[in-house]
Structure formats: structure tokens, C-alpha cells
């Protein structure tokens, strides 16, 4: 038990043995077809509420709070449906297309202008009504 070092260590050092400090040219060479672009998944959370009104609510929190942690959730595609009935997803967030290309980031059916994300982010529309893209 002389050489009970960790598995990275063992590893380096029969790599160095082997020669593969001295040419810097990796062992396995990279794929050969085109790796696909990344695909879109949807998480299912569950929670309980007392009605549709603070379901919509908390979920609309849930989504806010896990965007900020994560910066590739995206809000836009955040929905909420019963639990024993996903066909009836509805929209969180509004996702109205601006003139620059970004996307509404106010809850769906909001009154009033759309707005960019982040903070002091671009409004546009014309502000009369709900949803007015």
C-alpha cells in the first residue's frame, strides 16, 4: 500500500511516464462530425397554492429567482398549468418581440409599456392597454 496516493496523481504520473508531458498534442483527437447545438428542455416543478391566482404568483417568483441564479433559464418559455393537465400550459411572462430583437420580460397580459430585461432596460409600445404588441 505504498502507492495510496489519489487517482489523479496515479494518473498524472503514469501519463508523464508514458511521454504524454512532452508532446502537448492530446492522446484523443476531437470528433470528427459537427456537435449538435443545444436543444430545449423544460423542468416540471410541483408546488401547492390555494388557488389559480397565488399559483400564478409563486410561479412567476419561482421563475424570477431561478433566472437570477442561472442565466440560462429562460423566462420566456416559463408556463403554468395544473398538475394533472400540462396541455393547459399557460404563459408566465409576456415575450412580446421588441425593435432591437429583445423580449418582453413583464408578466404575460401586463398593462402598460413592455420592457427589456435588466435594470433601466429599453420600454417600447404605446402603453394604453394589456398586452399592447
Known sequence: MRDNKSP???QRRAAGALGGGRDER???GPPRRPTRPHRFFTVHLGFTAPG???ARELAVSYAEALSLLRSEVAL?????SPADAWQRAER??????GPDGERCVDVADHPGFHHAPGPGGL???DGDGPGDG
Open 123 to 125: 420600454g417600447w409600445g
Open 76 to 80: 420566456g418559455a416559463a408556463a403554468l
Open 26 to 28: 492530446p492522446l484523443i
Open 52 to 54: 389559480a391566482a397565488e
Open 8 to 10: 489523479h496523481w496515479r
Open 92 to 97: 408566465l411572462f409576456c415575450g412580446a418581440l
